[in-house]
């Protein structure tokens, strides 16, 4: 069966109206999932609502600025791309853009080519810094992003779309614990307000279920009681 790569998701910040219909227009039609937001406050939310690929962030907004709102996101660790839409020729914009944690910057007016291309190089370097593929080398196995699998010791088990997501965010974030709260933000996209639920728990049983089978092999997921959940140290690797 043929795999089909996931799409990527961009979140574009953007108090113009017909800018941003023609910037979401654009990437829709290269086949990215595109989120909106008009306002600071309302980016300040979305922007906890999920995972995204990059962030096209304008800098002056109503409600909250972009700077603020990067400066914001970084404070949480969160490494994900921002791309800054500045006025033309406002230096000043573009250095407190970078030195609050953008990672680049376009001026207004700005070529559409230009801007993809940016977007494009951008997603790049973040993927080749994770070292990002079709599979992931997890606790001796191999999960496999795209065929849904968990291979090890020539055993494979089928896995849903959420495990996956799950285990790959535990993998990308593997150098410290996740909380439950993170992980129903980010994978379930909750919106970012305190929510009463075992939804993580649950799915967590049934992923350890599936890929912890072997009794001689260590945890793959472990339980950090108060805190979280992160990849065991030899799944970490």
Same mark, same amino acid.
């Given at each position: 069966?043929? !795999?089909?790569?996931?799409?990527? =998701?961009?979140?574009? #910040?953007?108090?113009?109206?017909?800018?941003?219909?023609?910037?979401?227009?654009?990437?829709?039609?290269?086949?990215?999932?595109?989120?909106?937001? %008009?306002?600071?406050?309302?980016?300040?939310?979305?922007? *906890?609502?999920?995972?995204?690929?990059?962030?096209?962030?304008? &800098?002056?907004?109503?409600?909250?600025?972009?700077?603020?709102?990067? !400066?914001?996101? !970084?404070?949480?660790?969160?490494?994900?791309?921002?791309?800054?839409?500045?006025?033309?020729?406002?230096?000043?914009?573009?250095?407190?853009?970078?030195?609050?944690?953008?990672?680049?910057?376009? %001026?207004?007016?700005?070529?559409?080519?230009?801007?993809?291309?940016?977007?494009?190089?951008?997603?790049? =370097?973040?993927?080749?810094?994770?070292?990002?593929?079709?599979?992931?080398? @997890?606790?001796?196995?191999?999960?496999?992003?795209?065929?849904?699998?968990?291979?090890?010791?020539?055993?494979?088990? %089928?896995? %849903?779309?959420?495990?996956?997501? @799950?285990?790959?965010?535990?993998?990308?974030?593997? *150098?410290?614990? &996740?909380? !439950?709260?993170?992980?129903? *933000?980010? &994978?379930?996209?909750?919106?970012?307000?305190?929510?009463?639920? *075992?939804?993580?728990?649950?799915?967590?049983?049934?992923?350890?279920?599936?890929?912890? #089978?072997?009794?001689?092999?260590?945890?793959?997921?472990?339980? &950090?009681?108060?805190?979280?959940?992160?990849?065991?140290?030899?799944?970490?690797?």
């Amino acid at each position: 069966m043929a !795999r089909t790569a996931p799409s990527r =998701r961009i979140l574009i #910040v953007e108090d113009e109206a017909a800018l941003l219909v023609g910037l979401r227009d654009t990437f829709e039609l290269r086949g990215f999932e595109v989120v909106t937001a %008009t306002d600071g406050r309302e980016a300040a939310r979305v922007m *906890r609502m999920g995972r995204y690929d990059v962030i096209l962030l304008d &800098v002056m907004l109503p409600g909250k600025n972009g700077v603020t709102l990067c !400066r914001e996101l !970084r404070a949480e660790h969160d490494a994900t791309p921002i791309l800054f839409l500045t006025a033309k020729g406002d230096e000043e914009d573009k250095v407190r853009g970078l030195r609050s944690g953008g990672d680049d910057y376009v %001026t207004k007016p700005f070529g559409v080519k230009e801007l993809v291309a940016r977007v494009d190089a951008l997603i790049r =370097r973040v993927e080749v810094e994770r070292g990002v593929t079709d599979t992931l080398a @997890i606790g001796g196995g191999v999960l496999d992003l795209g065929a849904l699998e968990f291979r090890r010791d020539g055993r494979a088990v %089928t896995l %849903t779309r959420r495990e996956v997501d @799950i285990l790959r965010y535990l993998y990308e974030h593997r *150098r410290r614990v &996740v909380s !439950r709260d993170e992980l129903l *933000r980010r &994978v379930w996209e909750y919106p970012p307000v305190p929510v009463e639920t *075992r939804t993580v728990d649950i799915h967590m049983g049934k992923l350890r279920q599936k890929i912890e #089978v072997e009794p001689e092999n260590p945890r793959l997921i472990l339980t &950090v009681r108060g805190e979280g959940y992160a990849l065991g140290k030899g799944a970490a690797s």
